[in-house]
């Protein structure tokens, strides 16, 4: 079984940063795209950022793009998302997603949700 383990976020006055990051551990497996997503009350929940596991292509979505930052550390199988010049419109539960195959399967993946809250 693989587990993403989230870590990060918090309460930030808006134009501060934050940083998230999302470890993955487990059984022997292979890493192939990881995610960021956020869901803010009442809202559905969006994708806010991907990057590929082996060629690091990323992908932002227009709300974040200049502000955040997707990065990827193979030797510690973990994502970062650094966020700067927060907006209270940022507040939301962020999420980390991955598809990971182990074996000849392809599972998709959450983590349970870390809190940001930007404050004006």
């Known amino acids: 079984q693989v587990q993403l383990v989230e870590s990060g976020g918090g309460l930030v006055q808006a134009g501060g940063s934050l940083s998230l990051s999302c470890a993955a551990s487990?059984?022997?497996?292979?890493?192939?795209?990881l995610a960021w997503f956020r869901q803010a009350p009442g809202k559905e929940r969006e994708l806010v950022a991907v990057?590929?596991?082996?060629?690091?292509?990323?992908y932002y979505t227009d709300s974040v793009k200049g502000r955040f930052t997707i990065s990827r550390e193979h030797a510690e199988n973990t994502v970062y998302l650094q966020m700067n010049s927060l907006k209270p419109e940022d507040t939301a539960v962020y999420y980390c997603?991955?598809?990971?195959?182990?074996?000849?399967?392809?599972?998709?993946?959450w983590g349970q949700g870390t809190q940001v809250t930007v404050s004006n």
């Open positions: 990057i590929s596991w082996s060629g690091g292509s990323t």
């Open positions: 487990g059984r022997t497996f292979s890493i192939y795209r």
């Open positions: 997603n991955a598809d990971i195959a182990t074996g000849f399967t392809i599972t998709n993946y």
